[in-house]
Each structure stands twice: as C-alpha cells, then as structure tokens.
C-alpha cells in the first residue's frame, strides 16, 4: 500500500487556524493533524517522533507546519525543528503563523513590482514606513523590505518605546537594521509619513490608519499598500482591489487587501504543494516565500 501523505501543524497557541488546514487539505495533503499548545521546548520531541515512525521512505510523504502569532517565535521553532532531524529521516518543514510570513512577503513583493513597474527601480534605497509595525505582519515586512535594500521605519500606536524594543528584537533576530516610529497620534504619524516612499499599513482589521489629509502630509509617497479588508479601508482611498491605482490626492499608487491577498494565496498554496511535492526536504520561510509570491507576480504580468 502506498504511503499517505501526512502533514503534522504544529501551534503554541489554542489551536490551529482551520484557514492552515483548509490550505494543506487544498495542496493534497491527505492526512493532516493539528497540535495546539506546543511550546518551544516541545518542538525537538515532537519532531523527533515524526521522523522516526516512517522510515526513510515515509518521510518523503511527511512534513511538519509551524503556525501561531508571534514571528519570531515561528521562526525559532521551525529552526528548533530543523536542528531535531537526524539523517536519513528528515522531513520538510514550513512556517507562516498566522499567514503572516505569506501575507508580509506578497505585500511586499506587490510593492517592489509597482515601484518598478510606476519608478524604474524597486525597494533598493527607499523609505518605508510600516504601520502596525509590531504585529507579526508587520515585523515580516519590515524585514523583507530591509533585506531589499530599504530604510524601515516599525511604527506603533503605542509610541516610540514599543515601536524601538520590536525594531531592536526584530532586527537582531534576522540580521537587519529597523528603525522605530511613534504613532501615538495624528502629528507623529504625519511627521513619519513625511519622510517616506512606501507606506505599508498592517494595522488591526476595520482601523483607519492614514486619513485623506494625512495624505497630504506625504510629498515623497510613491506607493501605499493597505492589508485590511474589513472597512473602513486603513489607507484613505486605497481599494480593497486596487492594484497600483492611483491614489487621489497623492502621487503614489494604492496597492488593496485583496490584491495582496490574491498574491498570499497564491504563494501559500505553492509553498503548501511544494512541501509534498519535492523529493528533497523543503525549509519554507518568510524569504522562500518572497521568491514564490516574485515569480507568482512576475508569472502574471508576462
């Protein structure tokens, strides 16, 4: 009998998001087990107990998903879950808590196409601004814009000192300098948008994060690319399908939720299928990610 093709989620929080297991069960997972409240500490016994029931060949048919909402956490299990393999029996191993590594990498993948395609030149040199920038989103996208070659800015409503502490943790988690920026209120919001290229709003679900006339307080905008999909939009005027429209009142183009979702998808499921489907074991993070949501946008566009 041929070896199923099983995928074990593993999550330090409650339980698994039904969106992960939904996808899996898309890709052609066929037998897919959820395990909640698995802390750090439980990662290298539970992948040790993946491993060693399948023999050589059932681990090509087996793979491990990490989820939950912290970043950096995720990232630390999936490396913790690496480091518990032992050869031959070694399986592929993705993460994306939340969708966060997924959703961070199609924002700003969308964004680097609309700077090249509206600017001649991608993220390389310029100032972003992220807003909601100490969400797991947030974080991600920070990193993936600076390992592009951009300025980040993390901004939080909390104020500086927040905004500060996810930049230095963050930054040193994955090598990369990030900067932070109070958004207390209106005047430190319009003082940060001042200075910036690229907006990228991450904020919470039905929260207005920049007005029409914080817009105003942006001359240098060239693109602003919102995640909320529930109203009212986090970005003044930026539709929820926009992709690279241009926005009134502004210089910049609107990137919307669900353009950048279209692309999230897209580049999970990949991801997802890729894990079952190579012959070799996968490592799937945020930079993989990136690569998949590129070719996925430059795919489109050809």
């Not at 490396?79 to 590594?101: C, H, I, N, T």
């Not at 679900?205 to 995640?227: E, M, T």
Request: glycine share 12%.
């Amino acid at each position: 009998m041929e070896r199923p093709y099983i995928l074990h989620m593993f999550t330090p929080g409650r339980q698994m998001s039904p969106f992960d297991v939904n996808m899996a069960a898309d890709a052609g997972w066929q037998i897919i087990v959820p395990y909640a409240e698995v802390g750090l500490d439980g990662v290298s016994g539970m992948t040790q107990d993946t491993i060693f029931s399948r023999g050589p060949k059932g681990v090509a048919r087996t793979g491990i998903f990490i989820g939950g909402r912290d970043a950096l956490l995720a990232a630390d299990m999936l490396q913790r879950a690496q480091a518990a393999m032992v050869k031959p029996f070694v399986v592929s191993l993705m993460a994306d808590p939340s969708g966060a590594f997924t959703t961070a990498a199609a924002m700003v993948a969308c964004v680097d196409a609309a700077l090249r395609r509206t600017q001649g030149a991608g993220l390389q040199g310029r100032r972003v601004l992220v807003l909601g920038g100490t969400g797991p989103v947030g974080r991600v996208a920070g990193v993936l814009a600076a390992q592009a070659g951009a300025q980040v800015q993390l901004s939080s409503r909390g104020g500086l000192a927040p905004a500060e502490e996810a930049a230095r943790a963050t930054g040193a988690r994955f090598g990369v300098e990030l900067h932070g920026a109070s958004g207390a209120d209106r005047v430190a919001v319009r003082a940060s948008i001042a200075e910036a290229d690229v907006v990228l709003a991450c904020a919470a679900a039905g929260v207005q994060v920049l007005s029409a006339d914080d817009l105003g307080s942006a001359p240098r905008l060239k693109v602003a690319a919102d995640i909320n999909a529930v109203p009212p939009e986090g970005i003044a005027g930026v539709g929820v399908m926009d992709d690279a429209k241009p926005l009134a009142g502004t210089a910049a183009v609107g990137i919307g939720a669900l353009a950048v979702g279209n692309v999230k998808y897209q580049t999970q499921q990949r991801l997802l299928q890729r894990l079952r489907q190579s012959d070799k074991a996968q490592v799937l993070s945020f930079p993989e990610a990136f690569a998949e949501a590129q070719a996925f946008i430059a795919e489109k566009a050809a």
